[in-house]
């Protein structure tokens, strides 16, 4: 067997030994990072105005948004709505969520943007894991909620890139815009929770 022949034979051998492609749920979890990525540059400012929306499917304009958008805007761009899910489930359900703002009835336009929320939205579907404080728990993609300043609710998107510690990135607005950057153990979390398991 000429020598060209034989490496590229043995290259093939090992190729057939390694998984080249990722499970579906690992597949549409990096989908769900990078279309919370592609909302860098484009989310440029913080705004938690409430605003009425349509429904399903309601946005406020792309260039503004909180924390929760960068998670609503991601999972619509898999298929899911947030906004809908939410008001479903509240509707058939409403004593089980927080009372803290006051409210009789569900609201379409502002439930699902509320981190109080979406934590108890994600629990009742089983999407909960355990927090810890060990950077390989979190996964690309998985969802994790923090307090800020001590009291202020906060959600972020794990991303699939490391810092210099091995700790993943998190993608997230949190005053001027959605950008990534480090920070996954910077609060008190308060919950972890994976959309997409394996």
Known sequence: MKPVFLLFFLLSLAACGQKTTQS??????????????SQIGVTTSYDGSYVALDYPGGDIPLERGVCTDVVIRALRKMGADLQKLVHVDMRANFPKYPKRWGLKRPDKNIDHRR??????????RGLSL??????????AGDFMTCLVSGNLPHIVIVSDK???RGEPLIIHN??????????LFTY????????FKN
């Open 130 to 139: 355990p927090v810890t404080k060990t950077a390989s728990d979190y996964r």
């Open 162 to 164: 490391k810092n210099d």
């Open 115 to 124: 981190v109080p929320n979406l934590q108890t939205f994600m629990k009742r």
């Open 24 to 37: 579906p749920a690992n597949t549409k979890a990096l989908q769900l990072v990078q279309a919370a990525r």
């Open 188 to 195: 008190e979390i308060t919950g972890h929770y994976r959309w």
């Open 174 to 183: 949190i005053g001027s815009g959605t950008v990534e950057e480090s920070g």
